[in-house]
């Protein structure tokens, strides 16, 4: 392997070892940041020619990570040269990279031609570079546009995992109130309907609504689970979590509200998931300034649970009926396409994956 | 001619210049992204290298995105020629 620079030396390093991991773990702890192994997918490390630790630099899947230069060594190019090594890598497999930093050091990235995108302050900025940008997906939403005569033209964002009555009652909803509804799905393959499966699902479901739209979610709508929380030790989750739903939704307001020329956007109350209620407090708070409405419809119920409780639908407790195997007590739950779908054997192992997984998701 | 492949040339250390070029599909013609700390001033006479390039080379079909940082024209040109070639797959990358 061989560099521009001389004055250093770059190494890859093995994960799969323990010393090589202990060895990022202690320069990494000596400046205040935990590393941890599992976040991330290759690791490379930089000395100068003495053998003296210069800095280091991560990444996971196309998002960069522990990008660190030691204090003594800020003065030289070994943060653009362990940059320049990570996108350079990154850009071969992906069509652009993301970074997550502290707003104070987004300058550090933008002198390096990485563009802003957006700011949740204190805590965090997204940066991106490389052959795609949000002007990109900017312009696959301009082949959507469909032209509208008055003011009413709805948002919603499903990730339907899987896709449920609650959902399918939520667009129903909006399709009556409006002219046009965009139907973002979220494309992060994180959930444990993949997109592939929950979009045909949607799509199957909702055919007898014209004026619905479904949009791909792409890289910008909902990317949550990708977001790295190590740099973040002082503050509390619920900080973290709150951060992370507000540069969503400020992506949202900033690049796709303009596009489509949204004037409301639909949500179900929620009462379960607590990464979903921060996103919808994000969203009342920061959406209506770009005139925005927030409209948030209350959960279809069916019945009375067993704790006297109105049943509101969740995609959550289907997938907990899958992992107790009593699909058929969750049975009104589903619309037709989701039901067909989750009594074949076409669905097995994804209901196999929900019986052995933990998690959210 | 069209790019067989994305490639890259620069680093972002040296602070010159970084091009990027990928492929795009049969007949879309150039699609040039470039943006410089010195558009203001030499913006113009950065376009125009480029574009001369590109036609000495007869790239079509490409996508192009330049960082500039001021580069002086023998090194836009180099670093130029450098993607190009990288993108036909007739030189190898440094990494």
Redesign the interface.
């Known amino acids: ?5 001389t004055d250093f030396r770059q190494e890859t390093l093995d994960l799969e070892n323990p010393f090589d991991v202990k060895l990022v773990k202690d320069f990494l702890g000596g400046l205040g940041f935990e590393f941890d192994p599992a976040e991330v997918e290759c690791t490379m490390i930089v000395y100068n020619l003495k053998g003296d630790l210069v800095g280091t630099g991560s990444h996971q899947g196309r998002i960069l990570k522990y990008f660190v230069v030691d204090p003594k060594f800020r003065d030289t ?1 070994a943060f ?2 362990i ?3 990570m ?3 990154l ?2 497999i992906y069509k652009h990279t993301f970074v997550f930093t502290r707003p104070e050091n987004a300058i550090r990235f933008t002198g ?2 990485f563009t802003q995108i957006a700011s949740a302050e204190p805590l965090y900025t997204l940066l991106e570079f ?2 795609e940008s949000i002007y990109t997906y900017q312009d696959y939403l301009k082949t959507l546009i469909v032209p509208v005569t008055g003011e009413t033209v709805a948002a919603i964002v499903v990730n339907c995992n899987p896709f449920t009555n609650g959902h399918k009652f939520l667009i129903e909803k909006a399709a009556v109130e409006n002219e046009i509804v965009y139907l973002f799905v979220v494309e992060e393959d994180q959930s444990a309907f993949p997109f592939s499966v929950r979009w045909d699902l949607i799509r199957k479901g909702i055919t007898h609504l014209k004026n619905v739209k479904m949009v791909r979610g792409g890289m910008y709508v909902v990317s949550g689970s990708i977001f790295p929380a190590y740099f973040l030790k002082n503050e509390t989750v619920d900080d973290v979590m709150q951060k992370q739903a507000e540069l969503d939704v400020r992506i949202f307001a900033n690049y796709i509200v303009p596009v489509l020329g949204i004037k409301r956007r639909y949500v179900g109350t929620e009462l379960y998931c607590k990464t979903t209620e921060s996103y919808n407090h994000a969203m009342k708070t920061i959406l209506p300034l770009s005139g925005v409405e927030v409209i948030e419809v209350t959960r279809k119920a069916i019945g009375l649970g067993s704790d006297n409780l109105p049943d509101y639908i969740s995609a959550s407790k289907v997938r907990e009926a899958i992992k107790k195997d009593k699909l058929s007590e969750v049975i009104d739950f589903l619309p037709d396409s989701t039901r067909d779908y989750l009594f074949s054997d076409e669905s097995l192992p994804i209901r196999q994956k929900i019986k052995d997984g933990k998690g959210r998701h | 001619m069209k790019p067989k492949i994305a490639a890259q040339s620069g680093t972002f250390e040296s602070s010159d210049v970084i091009f990027l070029i990928e492929p795009l599909p049969d007949n879309s013609g150039r699609k040039l992204d470039i943006s410089s700390t010195v558009m203001q001033q030499y913006g113009s006479s950065f376009n125009r290298i480029v574009t001369e390039m590109l036609d000495e080379y007869q790239m079509t079909d490409i996508h192009l995105i330049a960082k500039d940082k001021g580069a002086l024209e023998p090194t836009i040109k180099a670093r130029l020629e450098t993607a190009i070639n990288r993108s036909m797959e007739r030189q190898e990358g440094t990494l």
């Open positions: 392997m061989t560099f521009e620079d190019t653009a040269l940059v320049t090594y996108t350079e890598k850009l071969k390096l031609g490389g052959f």
